[in-house]
């Protein structure tokens, strides 16, 4: 029983050793940052995409960000006073 112990203590102390090496290592050194060029993308909206791309947010977007407004607006997700307030942002270009 000491030895199995032993060999957790001693996993757990190399586990934290390596997440402590880790932080002063990227305190020190900072978070890797390499410039990426964005590549230039043209698509032609026809109906179909139009529609599919209708089809997606309203299975999956609206549920967070539909507005009382009937539009992508964002909207109150919930009131927990533990946690604060937070709401769902605006996702489409208009104000």
């Known amino acids: 029983m000491k030895k199995a112990l032993k060999i957790v203590g001693?996993?757990?102390?190399?586990?934290?050793?390596?997440?402590?090496a880790a932080a002063l290592y990227?305190?020190?050194?900072?978070?890797?940052y390499y410039e990426v060029n964005a590549p230039e993308v043209t698509v032609e909206p026809t109906p179909e995409?139009?529609?599919?791309?209708?089809?997606?947010?309203n299975q999956t977007c609206v549920i967070c960000h539909l507005g009382k407004d009937?539009?992508?607006?964002?909207?109150?997700?919930?009131?927990?006073p533990d946690f604060g307030t937070w709401y769902?942002?605006?996702?489409?270009?208009?104000?």
């Open 10 to 20: 001693i996993a757990l102390g190399t586990v934290v050793l390596l997440i402590a």
């Open 49 to 57: 995409r139009v529609a599919r791309g209708e089809y997606i947010v």
């Open 70 to 80: 009937g539009k992508l607006s964002g909207t109150l997700m919930e009131d927990d």
């Open 88 to 95: 769902a942002p605006n996702i489409t270009q208009h104000p």
């Open 26 to 32: 990227f305190n020190i050194k900072g978070i890797p």
